[in-house]
């Protein structure tokens, strides 16, 4: 028996690709997004009583990761990208009908809108459904994963005094906190972990309507070369 749904609403999010997202939500408290409600459930209504809490689930699509065959097994980047595994036992992107969920801040309600943040979305997000975080309910003492027991390990992250000029200034004209969130995201180390950089090696990744420019001047550290806009 097939089933079909449809999108309560889009997300605009600081991320405009997927290199930099954070593997988890709630790893980048800078992340900050939009979810734009569409009709019939943008008239206030639907989001009625939900100033109310703290945090909501998102249910949405991987809409850029959507495949005709479904994967038996990925290859979960915390891994290094090497080892398979079950799909089931990973939050991998590929999933048999491309749902995804995250828990995110609430920041603001509107009756078309909703402001989050913490999250770990790609702008234009397909939502599904929209549910209240229930701490007593949501919280498992004694829950465990040994393959994901605790965050990622961060990094260091320096500046040049360039880019950290452009990041400052740039953060002023998008009202964004935008060098917490280049240092929260960069700092997960955002490169495929089968890669050994070199310190000649750039990497970019994009912010908003920026891209940001880094390399590795040693093994486990990252400079912040610039801050431009993005073509």
Not at 13 to 42: D, H, M, T, W, Y
Not at 61 to 70: C, G, I, M, S, T
């Amino acid at each position: 028996m097939a089933y079909s749904v449809e999108p309560i609403g889009f997300v605009r999010s600081c991320f405009k690709e997927k290199f930099a997202i954070p593997r988890q939500p709630q790893l980048a408290p800078a992340a900050r997004g939009v979810v734009e409600l569409i009709a019939p459930f943008n008239q206030g209504d639907a989001v009625q009583g939900l100033e109310q809490v703290s945090h909501v689930w998102l249910l949405f699509v991987f809409h850029q990761a959507l495949e005709d065959k479904p994967r038996l097994k990925v290859r979960p980047p915390r891994l290094g990208g090497n080892a398979s595994m079950g799909v089931f036992a990973t939050r991998a992107t590929h999933r048999p009908n491309g749902i995804g969920q995250s828990v995110v801040k609430l920041d603001k309600v509107e009756a078309d809108r909703l402001h989050v943040s913490g999250i770990d979305l790609l702008d234009g997000t397909p939502i599904l459904d929209i549910k209240p975080y229930v701490p007593y309910a949501d919280v498992i003492a004694g829950a465990s994963n040994s393959m994901a027991s605790a965050a990622p390990v961060l990094i260091p992250v320096s500046w040049t005094d360039t880019a950290l000029q452009q990041a400052q200034s740039h953060g002023l004209r998008l009202q964004e906190p935008l060098v917490e969130l280049i240092e929260q995201c960069l700092a997960q180390d955002p490169r495929p972990a089968y890669q050994t950089p070199t310190a000649q090696r750039e990497y970019g990744a994009q912010f908003w309507d920026l891209d940001v420019r880094r390399h590795y001047p040693e093994p486990g550290m990252i400079r912040v070369l610039e801050v431009i806009a993005a073509r």
